[in-house]
């Protein structure tokens, strides 16, 4: 995928961590279960980036 793409999955992966921190400090249990989601939905995004561009290299060794 594009470089905005990871670009946009780190993000979100950070903006899930920083929720899940808030939510343990101050003691919000939804908050830290929503930064959690957030950092889990990052990282499936993230896998499937990874598996397209792998699948798009294969393509390309196999159309030589």
Known sequence: MSF???I????EE???KAKEVAGSV???DD??????AQQAGAAAK???TELKDA???I?????R
């Open 14 to 16: 950070f903006a899930g």
């Open 4 to 6: 905005n793409d990871k």
């Open 8 to 11: 946009g999955n780190k993000f």
């Open 46 to 48: 993230e896998a499937v």
């Open 59 to 63: 393509k390309k060794i196999l159309d």
């Open 55 to 57: 699948a798009r290299k």
């Open 26 to 28: 101050t003691g919000n």
């Open 31 to 36: 908050l830290r279960d929503e930064g959690r």
